[in-house]
């Protein structure tokens, strides 16, 4: 799956994805707030196999890197990082997902949006049996990473897995940057990915 991404971020094309996404349907990401091309592209897919959903991402990027050194920690503040949102057909509350170019991870189960930040950060942080891989190529601007997250660890089950929300987003960091760029499969006017009615559906 990881060479078909790279192929279609080489190919140029933008895809703009729709509120429903089919399996392996590969989404293009986009400046977060209004939609634009992102001055360094990505693009992802979610995949669910028989016990888990795995979620790809390789993203154009001539600053690779991310500070963090330990798990579970505020990735997002500290360089590179691919994310993923997770939330269960009917369910209130959610998932986020993240892996530094490094491999480091961080794991939260979040409460329904409207206690977005009434709780401690440390009290967020789960353990769902995430496991990732990451590859960098410095020499061709490029990193990418798979999440696997396991059904088990979420509460999904293969019957539940269409009508699961997700959004594929990432931060991006440039030494020569003043901010980092932010982009995401879904577009957020709000300035924030934590709204779950703007991700995508999976359809099966």
């Known amino acids: 799956m990881l060479k078909k991404l790279i192929e279609r971020l080489d190919s140029g094309l933008h895809i703009i994805a729709g509120s429903c996404c089919k399996p392996e349907e590969i989404l293009s990401l986009r400046a977060f707030q209004d939609g634009g091309i992102p001055m360094e592209r990505g693009v992802g897919t979610i995949v669910p196999e028989t016990e888990a959903l795995h979620v790809y991402a390789a993203?154009?990027?001539s600053d690779i890197g991310n500070t963090a050194t330990e798990n579970n920690t505020?990735?997002?503040?500290?360089g590179d990082v691919f994310e993923c949102f997770i939330q269960l057909n009917g369910s209130g509350d959610y998932y986020e997902f993240h892996v530094t170019p490094e491999g480091i991870t961080l794991q939260?189960?979040?409460p329904p949006i409207?206690?977005?930040?009434?709780?401690p950060f440390e009290q967020e942080i789960c353990e769902a049996g995430?496991?990732?891989?990451t590859r960098k190529h410095p020499?061709?601007?490029?990193?990418?990473g798979e999440l696997v997250i396991p059904f088990r660890g979420i509460g999904l089950t293969p019957e539940s897995v269409s009508g699961t929300r997700f959004a594929i987003c990432r931060y991006n960091y440039?030494?020569?940057?003043?901010?980092?760029?932010i982009s995401s499969t879904g577009v957020f006017p709000g300035?924030?990915?934590?709204?779950?009615?703007q991700w995508h559906l999976i359809q099966i």
């Open 59 to 61: 993203f154009q990027d």
């Open 74 to 78: 505020k990735t997002w503040l500290t």
């Open 108 to 110: 939260l189960h979040l």
């Open 114 to 119: 409207e206690r977005f930040r009434t709780i």
């Open 130 to 133: 995430l496991s990732a891989q």
């Open 139 to 144: 020499e061709r601007n490029l990193w990418c």
């Open 174 to 181: 440039n030494k020569k940057w003043s901010e980092p760029e």
């Open 191 to 197: 300035g924030t990915f934590h709204c779950p009615s």
